[in-house]
């Protein structure tokens, strides 16, 4: 069959919209037609090539659609379950997979920066050859072929634009309160930037119950949105002085808590001197695998447990259907995370504007 997809030829190009086309699904997987499917931040990093991928490829990895056809071995009632995609397809059976540690799987390692599907091949054609697909899922198109594990289903009445936050930005910063820190009601928490992961981090420290939540950012609007999401206080990194606000906020002694969502030298450094002897400190932002920080080593005394983290170790069949639960009974806000939504001719557009940061999330729907 054949069908649209965003492509990117080389980095710095703009994508274009090309015909591709799909054999048929393979054993284990599912076809998805597309509903939804948002650019993220780690898109623009292929696009701007500090992530470097084979070209040409077919990103967009944080999306949400409708099981159009399955693979051989997939119960076939599944055809037309609404679906949030998954971009950490895992073995099972690996030391890392038995571990738990689904992020880690040995066969996810080796075939990610190949860029091909979990069978180890590129799905994609168009007139030009073959077409790579970022994170197993190539989401700016109007299918996408995943592995079975990978589409999970979530409740029917769960918007499919909204449903698709969940899938990259959403889970990161929420899973990193909730499946990866240790906070507690009446803890503090300060997060770092004010993206949609450090959004979904500041409201999961919210519904975790922290009293104090400060949320640090160097833009005024995505401070207000922080507030919006439950922040107790903001710190604007333009104006204030952040360590002397935090130990003013939280009586001199740091946060018991600090989630780092902004991927830049300065917050990372920030991090650890905000952090209260004997907090914990979760970086989810990245910088080039080759650049160094600086810390003074003052900042990383005093039994403070420092973590990176990818994904919010995330469980995606357990997590996906709970946060559309939350979000459908009115505890989980996502509406105010989507700045516009676009048709895939317009994603450029999109690129554009969350590279500017005019954009939280710009969303590509489909028909
Ligand atoms: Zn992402
Ligand atoms: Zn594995």
């Known amino acids: 069959m054949a069908f649209r997809a965003a492509v990117l030829a080389a980095p710095h190009e ?14 284990g997987s599912v076809l998805v037609r597309m509903g939804a499917a948002a650019i993220c931040h780690t898109d623009l990093e292929v696009i701007n090539g500090q992530l470097r991928y084979p070209m040409p490829i077919t990103l967009g990895h944080e999306a949400a659609g409708t099981i159009a056809e399955v693979g051989t071995g997939v119960d076939p009632s599944r055809v037309g379950e609404k679906v949030v995609l998954s971009w950490n397809p895992h073995c099972g059976t690996c030391p890392a997979c038995e571990r738990g540690e689904a992020i880690l799987c ?16 590129t799905r994609l054609r168009s007139a030009s050859g073959d077409i790579h697909s970022m994170f197993f899922t190539a989401a700016f198109a109007e299918y996408a072929v995943v592995t079975a594990g990978c589409a999970v289903t979530v409740p029917a009445e769960m918007p499919l634009d909204r449903a698709c936050l969940l899938g990259c930005g959403v889970v990161t910063g929420h899973g990193a309160v909730t499946n990866v820190s240790t906070i507690r009601p009446g803890d503090s928490a300060l997060v770092l930037g004010c993206g949609a992961v450090g959004l979904a981090a500041v409201q999961a420290a919210r519904l975790a119950g922290a009293t ?20 107790t206080h903001t ?7 952040e360590l002397a606000a935090t130990r003013e906020i939280t009586g001199g002694r740091g946060v018991d808590c600090v989630i780092e969502a902004a991927g830049s030298e300065s917050a ?7 952090c209260r002897a004997g907090g914990e ?63 895939l001719e317009r994603i450029n557009e999109g690129v554009d504007a969350l590279r500017e940061k005019r954009a939280i999330r710009t969303v590509v729907v489909f028909d």
Not at 106 to 121: I, N, S
Not at 235 to 241: E, K, L
């Open 281 to 343: 400190v979760i970086w989810l932002g990245k910088l080039g695998v080759d650049d160094a920080v600086t810390f003074r080593w003052g900042a990383l005394m005093q039994e403070k447990r420092i973590r990176r983290n990818s994904y919010g170790n995330a469980r995606p069949s357990r997590d996906f259907p709970d946060l559309c639960r939350q979000y459908l009974d009115g505890r989980l806000l996502l509406d105010p995370l989507i700045t516009a939504r676009i048709p």
């Open 106 to 121: 040995d066969r996810y390692l080796e075939l990610g920066p190949k860029a091909v599907d979990f069978t180890g091949h």
């Open 212 to 231: 104090t939540v400060i949320a640090v950012d160097r833009d005024a609007p995505r401070l207000q949105l922080a507030t919006g999401f439950g922040a």
């Open 268 to 274: 990372f450094r920030l991090s650890v001197e905000v």
């Open 235 to 241: 710190v604007d990194a333009r104006r204030d002085d």
């Open 14 to 27: 703009k994508l274009t919209i090309e015909s591709v086309e799909i054999e048929e699904v393979p054993p």
